[in-house]
């Protein structure tokens, strides 16, 4: 088998992570892979024996699809492969979350930063912008330059930061990916715009040598490309056997967002509003009511409900629940505990109680989500 997908980003590693678990565990395979950059050319595959391949959509690639020799792609910049399998992440899914995470704390002015070129980066700018005008506001997407040599960072550079200085303040900005919020955390830098304060950057794929050392650190959306590189070797192992290339798409999901110091703020200005949710996240382990969250402010409980709608967009025990569900979360994705010790863990009487709040909130058993987005760190979840 040929692999030709990068390693210098956290989407090929991860596809790559997913498809050695399931050498391991149905091979072994005998893997060709070849480290060189993707608009390099490949060896002469024709000698290496090659019974499948799972590889980025570029050039260098381009015989593998004439050989006869059964190919899935990674997305890089189609829509569609067909008649050839795809990975193809979910770009209507990833803005929205995006969206979902600013709008949750309370952001009124929003925006997007990507890379023109690619099919996956305009499609998570246009769910990022219908979710975001869903609920009456707007985004500004930077464009780039029509000419590549502007696009060098050093030229792009100054525009992003003329930009981002135009921009009515706090703004949430998503990124594309990780790379693209490094880039623009750097022009924030060059604006003399404070990150989270003024600026909240959110980028995508969760990168970790990217986020944790980017300064201040980024928040990312962590995708499923470990299982996405499972399901695609799965797949390829039943082509390799004769199975039939119909097109079939392995879909890469987001699984949560990693909160890091980039968007680590409330846009929000009511010092009620604020005690409110401070005494709602301080308590996600307790069935708190309303009139509790009443008490922690100095206000009634009719005015905290018009100012908190005002200020979120949402009422008190729609956060209650929110909350009380991203803890849930957390510990199914994050730990290995049993359902009964989650339920004890997070307040609940019994199983049957949590068992029914949670698929109230979410459509779907705790088991169902454990299954699809056990993976990496705690989740951050937005209800339906």
């Not at 200085?165 to 060059?190: F, T, W």
């Not at 967002?257 to 509003?273: H, Q």
Request: overall charge positive.
């Amino acid at each position: 088998m040929l692999l030709f997908l990068e390693t210098s980003r956290e989407f090929g590693r991860g596809l790559l992570s997913g498809i050695a678990r399931y050498s391991r565990l149905r091979g072994p395979w005998q893997v060709h892979r070849w480290p060189g950059a993707l608009d390099s050319s490949l060896p002469e595959w024709r000698d290496l024996k090659i019974d499948g391949a799972i590889v980025r959509d570029v050039k260098a690639v381009e015989g593998l699809a004439r050989s006869g020799i059964p190919v899935i792609y990674a997305q890089h910049d189609k829509e569609s492969y067909a008649p050839f399998p795809a990975v193809i992440t979910e770009s209507e899914s990833i803005g929205t979350i995006a969206a979902e995470h600013f709008l949750d704390r309370g952001f009124q002015h929003f925006a997007y930063c990507g890379l023109d070129d690619y099919i996956w980066s305009r499609g998570r700018a246009r769910s990022f912008r219908l979710r975001v005008e869903r609920s009456g506001f707007e985004v500004n997407v930077f464009r780039q330059p029509a000419a590549k040599a502007r696009r060098a960072f050093k030229v792009e550079q100054k525009l992003l930061a003329n930009w981002l200085g135009a921009l009515p303040k706090p703004v949430a900005v998503m990124c594309c990916n990780d790379d693209r919020a490094l880039q623009l955390n750097e022009a924030c830098k060059r604006a003399r715009l404070y990150v989270p304060d003024e600026v909240a950057v959110l980028g995508v794929d969760n990168d970790i040598l990217v986020c944790d050392l980017a300064d201040p650190s980024l928040s990312s959306i962590a995708l499923n490309t470990e299982a996405a590189g499972y399901e695609a070797a799965m797949l390829l192992d039943h082509l390799m056997k004769g199975g039939a290339m119909t097109g079939q798409e392995i879909p890469v999901r987001p699984v949560h967002i990693v909160t890091r110091m980039s968007t680590d703020i409330l846009a929000v200005t009511d010092p009620d509003v604020i005690s409110a949710l401070h005494f709602i996240r301080l308590h996600p382990n307790r069935l708190i009511r309303v009139n509790d969250v009443v008490r922690s402010t100095n206000v009634s409980r009719r005015v905290l409900e018009m100012r908190f709608k005002a200020s979120l967009r949402r009422s008190v025990q729609q956060e209650i629940r929110r909350v009380r569900v991203n803890h849930i979360v957390q510990y199914l994705v994050g730990t290995d505990l049993s359902i009964t010790e989650i339920a004890v863990q997070c307040g609940f009487g019994g199983v049957e109680h949590i068992a029914r709040y949670f698929r109230k909130e979410m459509g779907m058993s705790l088991q169902e989500y454990r299954k699809q987005y056990k993976s990496g760190p705690p989740a951050a979840v937005s209800l339906r």
